[in-house]
Antibody
Framework: QVQLQESGPGLVRPSETLSLNCSVS??????????WGWIRQPPGKGLEWIGN???????YYNPSLKSRVTIFEDSSRNQISLKLSSVTAADTAVYYC????????????????????WGRGTTVTVSS | QSVLTQPPSASGTPGQRVTISCSGN????????VSWFQQFPGKAPKLLIY???QRPSGVPDRFSGSKSGTSASLAISDFRSEDEADYHC???????????FGGGTRVTAL
């Protein structure tokens, strides 16, 4: 059974870069059958999509975060990583990683994938 | 401000049917599948509905999804106190080339 575990600093200073890892067990990030994604949830608010990555390295980012976000994979560690630069208090949130699945034959585009498995999340606070 | 619009709250009496709406436009709900997630306080979201109306294994058939035009709905039939949670809708947006979420709906028992 696949499990995802987020990890990283719980406190980041304003203007610095937030770095998080998502360790995947029970599946390979290079299986070729899934996308992997990051989602965040500010305190008391709804979910916000950050971005997706496929094993080819193809990425899709939220336009509102695109200039500050990088998602990449480390196949040797079976991890998906997130970097968010120039953080402010508005980036304070619980950050989740997720595995995106596709059901059925139309799996040739990212638009047919859905967030099927989620990690438990990790809380990141941006404060001096 | 979320791209998809959900009512902030909804409530139901045990045994009753509860419906949650999710409103979008032709770039997202109108042209793509919708997912629904259930989230308990302090916990990670859990997939409830995918491809607008499909249930993952293990999700009770009391939960059902539907779509009409640019709006989607999640229905909980035979509502139970254990269904008290936040529910979030999501869809791909062709104009933004990304996933958009609703603001979430908190469902409580009366």
């Amino acid at each position: 059974q696949v499990q995802l575990q987020e990890s990283g600093p719980g406190l980041v200073r304003p203007s610095e870069t937030l770095s998080l890892n998502c360790s995947v067990s029970g599946d390979s990030i290079r299986s070729g059958t899934h996308y992997w994604g990051w989602i965040r949830q500010p305190p008391g608010k709804g979910l916000e999509w950050i971005g997706n990555i496929y094993e080819t390295g193809a990425t899709y980012y939220n336009p509102s975060l695109k200039s500050r976000v990088t998602i990449f994979e480390d196949s040797s560690r079976n991890q998906i990583s997130l970097k968010l630069s120039s953080v402010t208090a508005a980036d304070t949130a619980v950050y989740y990683c997720a595995r995106l699945d596709c059901d059925g034959g139309a799996c040739y585009s990212v638009i047919y994938f859905f967030m099927a498995v989620w990690g438990r999340g990790t809380t990141v606070t941006v404060s001096s | 401000q979320s791209v998809l619009t959900q009512p902030p709250s909804a409530s139901g009496t045990p045994g009753q049917r509860v419906t949650i709406s999710c409103s979008g436009n032709s770039a997202n709900i109108g042209n793509n599948y919708v997912s629904w997630f259930q989230q308990f306080p302090g916990k990670a979201p859990k997939l409830l509905i995918y491809k607008t109306r499909q249930r993952p294994s293990g999700v009770p058939d009391r939960f059902s999804g539907s779509k009409s035009g640019t709006s989607a709905s999640l229905a909980i039939s035979d509502f139970r106190s254990e269904d008290e949670a936040d529910y979030h809708c999501a869809a791909w947006d062709d104009k933004l080339s990304g996933v958009v979420f609703g603001g979430g709906t908190r469902v409580t028992a009366l």
